[in-house]
């Protein structure tokens, strides 16, 4: 069974930054995309950040422009640093994987980041 184990997160004051990471263990033959996505009470999970093979990237709108997402795939890790925070960056958030070639997604438990001085 994959299993993905995050880390980071907490209470941050705004104008701050948080860095997480996520290490994937288990049965993953490859990665083809690895990430985060956050999720308040009352609204959809939303994309954060995603690296896919190759390099490329993509970004919620929210947080365009003050985020970094790398990964590591011969540790099968991804971090995120997410800076300037904000007080709607309060969310619980997710790491992603999707796994190839079968493209099977996987999450893990979740991890709250609380953005208030």
């Known amino acids: 069974q994959v299993q993905l184990e995050e880390s980071g997160g907490g209470l941050v004051q705004p104008g701050g930054s948080l860095r997480l990471s996520c290490e994937a263990s288990?049965?993953?033959?490859?990665?083809?995309?690895m990430g985060w996505y956050r999720q308040v009470p009352g609204k959809p999970r939303e994309l954060v950040a995603r690296?896919?093979?190759?390099?490329?990237?993509n970004y919620g709108d929210s947080v365009k422009g003050r985020i970094l997402i790398s990964r590591d795939d011969a540790q099968f890790t991804v971090s995120l640093q997410l800076m300037s925070l904000k007080p709607e960056d309060t969310a619980v958030y997710y790491c992603?994987?999707?796994?190839?070639?079968?493209?099977?997604?996987?999450w893990g438990q979740g991890t709250q980041v609380t953005v208030s001085s």
């Open positions: 690296i896919n093979t190759g390099g490329t990237t």
């Open positions: 288990g049965p993953v033959e490859s990665i083809y995309s």
């Open positions: 992603w994987l999707l796994s190839a070639p079968n493209s099977r997604a996987y």
